[in-house]
């Protein structure tokens, strides 16, 4: 049953993974898109800026988009963060 979870996981990493990021609630809750491989395997999520960034990581994701009108938000969310990491790095912000 191991082998079976471990296959599936590794399958699942042959996926460009990305979010675009297009709204921030309450001034601490992202709204964003994660999709992977095509459009069609898109869901929206909502979660703190800390469960985003484990989100990302965890989930290796390759480029992260965000809507210009939300970008100082975001930053400013970011700047609260005392370890950002490397979350800026995962791709373009439009």
């Known amino acids: 049953m191991t082998e079976n979870r471990?296959?599936?996981?590794?399958?699942?990493?042959?996926?460009?993974?990305s979010v675009r990021l297009f709204g921030i609630r309450?001034?601490?809750?992202l709204e964003f898109e994660f999709?992977?491989?095509?459009?069609?395997?898109?869901?929206?999520?909502?979660?703190?800026?800390?469960a985003f960034k484990e989100f990302c990581e965890v989930n290796h994701v390759a480029e992260l988009?965000?809507?210009?009108?939300i970008r100082a938000d975001f930053?400013?969310?970011?700047?609260?963060?005392?370890?950002a990491g490397n979350i800026i790095q995962l791709g373009d912000f439009k």
């Not at 471990?6 to 993974?17: I, M, S």
């Not at 309450?26 to 809750?29: R, S």
């Not at 988009?65 to 009108?69: E, I, N």
């Open 65 to 69: 988009t965000c809507a210009a009108a």
């Open 26 to 29: 309450k001034g601490k809750f």
């Open 75 to 83: 930053d400013r969310l970011r700047g609260e963060d005392n370890h």
């Open 35 to 50: 999709v992977m491989g095509c459009e069609e395997l898109t869901i929206e999520l909502v979660m703190p800026y800390a």
């Open 6 to 17: 471990r296959f599936d996981q590794d399958r699942l990493q042959e996926y460009r993974k």
